[in-house]
């Protein structure tokens, strides 16, 4: 997919500005509180909550910050109850999108994720209208100089993992939900870093995208949508020719 992909998304995420830190801070103190309620506050024992410290650290979150959201999840500190809810859409061009949302509270997250697809040609759906359009999956993105796709293939297969997938970007491993946490593993023993590695919703099918307009909306949604602080993840399935892209892109 080129324009908007998940690997481009990664590069974009990378380059946290100091004017969004606050934002990323919070959705991973969400997030670890919420991995530690479910899977206690031992990282050790969590893989999720392991990937999570990773991604912490890479975005330089403060020390304190982590601890203090782990006791909010193992119940040594008082905190506000975060839900985690799944939307459904249609961005313009019928393109299918799911929002993941952690929220304390559900009104507001309902209200924020609404008005941004109106405002930009969509629509939120019914549950399950758009979902059967993504595979559900782990999902883990290994750059191209961390290992090789025959070692690659080894441990993760080995682990558990259904795929490995080969591109000019780098690898992309994908497993069942379930076994998630042992292919996380895996590779931590082997000392291999993803760029991003998370329960994700991966299109079965693409939306071939043309339109330079619907595409600058396209993103536009996709910028606005990561900018609400309950949104935790969006996911579409959008494909963005190269020429179409660059029509975006032109001044």
């Known amino acids: 997919m080129a324009g908007h992909n998940k690997w481009s998304k990664v590069k974009r ?3 946290i500005t100091d004017s969004r830190k606050g934002k990323v801070f919070s959705r991973l103190s969400r997030d670890i509180t919420l991995a530690t309620k479910a899977g206690g506050g031992d990282p050790d024992g ?8 990773l991604k912490a650290r890479d975005a330089n979150m403060p020390v304190e910050n982590v601890e203090r959201a782990i006791k909010k999840g193992t119940g040594e500190l008082p905190g506000v109850v975060f839900e985690e809810i799944t939307y459904e859409g249609y961005g313009p061009g019928g393109v299918a999108f799911v929002v993941k949302v952690t929220t304390d ?10 008005s941004a697809f109106a405002r930009h ?7 399950g209208a758009v979902a059967f359009q993504f595979l559900h999956a782990g999902q883990f993105l290994i750059a191209l100089d961390q290992t090789t796709e025959d070692a690659l293939m080894e441990v993760a297969l080995e682990a558990g993992a259904d795929d490995v997938i080969a591109s000019d970007h780098g690898f992309e491993v994908r ?4 076994a998630f946490d042992r292919v996380s593993h895996a590779l931590e023993q082997k000392k291999l870093k993803p760029e991003s590695a998370e329960i994700a919703y991966i299109p079965v099918s693409t939306m071939p995208v043309t339109d330079a307009a619907v595409a600058k909306t396209l993103l536009k949604l996709h910028d606005v949508l990561d900018e609400i602080d309950d949104v935790h993840a969006v996911y579409s399935n959008e494909e963005i020719d190269d020429a179409t892209s660059a029509a975006v892109q032109a001044p």
Do not use: E, F, P
């Open 13 to 15: 995420a990378k380059a």
């Open 46 to 53: 969590n893989a999720r909550l392991r990937t999570l410290l």
């Open 105 to 114: 509270n559900k009104t507001r997250a309902a209200q924020d994720v609404r």
């Open 121 to 127: 040609g969509g629509n939120l759906a019914s549950t």
């Open 175 to 178: 497993c069942n939900v379930h």
